[in-house]
């Protein structure tokens, strides 16, 4: 075997390539407005111009590199581009890159403490410090995710473990007629994973019930007891409930103390989600849209989303991490912990699906240090400022309605010019207004429907948006309608 069939790559060709990198990235970074925020990709193409089957030989990270620019970049939507403000716009952070580098470096499995103590303990710090600039309590204990719709899915797990008789996690759930059917709560508004994760966790679809919400898209208490009643009534086993702080469509806030209140009535785990506007409570004046979270028995915040840590990082609180663990903890012999007293550490492969674990607190870590409170504050306190500008020009205008309440940074509204009053028109009018914006390559928006009505959704999330890509916007959007 000759020496360039083993070990590693040379690490003066690692230095060289690993220059020319960070300069691509700072380029990229400096000017994503090169690029059309939307990929023109159409589908196909990227998989077209890359070969059936992987090299047979070595290929020099150089080529690799030069295809990456070639074949790869134009199949991206640029979720760094300032004026992305579809979904969530969310983008990662210099720091965030800067850790990203470290992670791969490292390449640590967090699984147990012992398999790398700073990735444990970090993630401890991390998520505590992330706790108190939410203002949480202190009983809150903290397990990093991949993402929301997993935190989500590990809630309905450790409440349906925390079912009292059911011994869901020795007997399972299928064919048994000891026991009633469990049912859970979420509003029509509910982000989609919530249910997945119920599906997932044998729950079934049937039984996750949707509460009609408000005019202003806010889960009806009255509606949930009315449910839970019913339910009970019909021997059925009321069990988890979700609240959402800023739901995906149109950003609307669930009344948490009420749906406490229900929760503790009847025996429910209250679940929030608040993987995007949650993390709007580090703002002080805005603290109070987590008004009831600490009477909850978990939630789930993004740093990934609203908090410019890069893909992907979920952070998952609990007030009952034993429940948690006993929902997951399975320790087979290869796995024990022998060196270290059992009960003095944690061992995070207990508190979730994933046994390997990437080091993410590294990410936000260095998030949170690069720039503090203060700067966090100022970010979010900014992309909340630029959806009010917006808010009030769509307001002033004649031919455009917003349609919620905006109390986050997503805008929803449409075009209704003045005379143009039928629904299926103005469905079709939007669509093609938000389809020709796009097309433009400079901005990019996405839709949700309202009681019917096609609306836009323009998010600011994005660490480089400033007032003038939001005033481009505006300005496009009222050119082409
Ligand atoms: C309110 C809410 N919850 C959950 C999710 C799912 O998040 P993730 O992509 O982290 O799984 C989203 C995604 O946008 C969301 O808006």
């Known amino acids: 075997m000759s020496d360039q069939l083993q070990g590693e790559i040379d690490l003066q060709e690692f230095r060289q390539m690993g220059y020319q990198l960070v300069d691509w990235i700072a380029d990229y970074l400096g000017h994503p407005e090169q690029y059309p925020v939307l990929s023109r990709s159409q589908p196909g193409d990227i998989k077209a111009q890359l070969p059936p089957a992987a090299p047979e030989e070595a290929e020099p990270l150089a080529a690799i590199i030069a295809d990456f620019e070639k074949i790869i970049v134009p199949g991206i939507t640029h979720w760094n581009h300032p004026n992305f403000f579809a979904y969530f716009s969310i983008t990662g952070s210099v720091p965030g890159i ?22 444990t303990e970090l993630e401890e710090v991390t998520l505590d410090w992330l706790r108190q600039l939410l203002g ?28 009292a008789g059911l011994d869901v996690r020795r007997q399972g759930l299928a064919g048994r007629t000891d026991t009633p059917r469990l049912r859970a709560y979420i509003s029509d508004q509910t982000h989609s994973s919530v249910e997945k994760g119920a599906i997932v966790l044998g729950i079934g679809q049937e ?3 949707k509460i009609p919400s408000d005019d202003q898209f806010r889960m009806i208490p009255a509606a949930l007891e009315t449910a839970v009643l019913h339910d009970l009534a019909a021997g059925y086993r009321p069990f988890f409930v979700c609240a959402t702080i800023g739901t995906t469509s149109t950003t609307s806030i669930d009344p948490v103390p009420a749906i406490a209140d229900l929760a503790e009535k009847y025996g429910l785990w209250l679940h929030v989600d608040g993987a995007y506007g949650g993390m709007a409570a580090i703002v002080p004046e805005m603290r109070h849209v987590l008004d009831g979270v600490a009477r909850a028995d978990s939630l789930v915040t993004n740093p990934h989303k609203w908090l410019f840590t890069p893909m992907d990082l979920s952070a998952f609180y609990t007030r009952h991490p034993d429940v948690l663990k006993r929902a997951f903890s399975l320790l087979p012999e290869y796995l024990r912990n022998t060196e270290t007293d059992a009960n003095a550490v944690i061992d995070y492969m207990d508190y979730g699906v994933q046994l390997g674990r990437r080091f993410r607190s590294l990410k936000l870590w260095f998030v949170l240090r690069a720039y503090g409170r203060e700067g966090l504050v100022a970010r979010l306190r900014e992309h909340m400022r630029l959806a009010q500008q917006l808010a009030e020009w769509i307001d002033a205008a004649p031919d455009f309605e917003r349609l919620a309440p905006t109390p986050f940074s997503t805008v929803c509204f449409r075009a209704h010019p003045r005379g143009l009053d039928d629904p299926d028109q103005l469905n079709k009018l939007n669509e093609q207004l938000m389809t ?6 400079e901005i990019f928006l996405s839709h949700t429907k309202l009681n019917g009505a096609y609306t836009l959704r323009l998010a600011i999330g994005n660490i480089r948006t400033e007032e003038a890509h939001v005033k481009r916007a505006w300005e496009l959007l009222q050119e082409m309608v």
């Open 436 to 441: 020709a914006v796009n097309a433009t390559g």
């Open 207 to 209: 039984n996750v019930v």
């Open 136 to 163: 949480l309590p202190a009983d809150l204990r903290g397990v990093i995710m991949d993402g929301a719709s997993m935190s989500s899915m590990v809630a309905v797990a450790a409440a349906r473990e925390a079912v």
């Open 98 to 119: 800067l850790a990203e580098m470290l992670i791969a470096a490292l390449n640590v499995n967090g699984m147990l403490w012992r398999t790398s103590p700073a990735a």
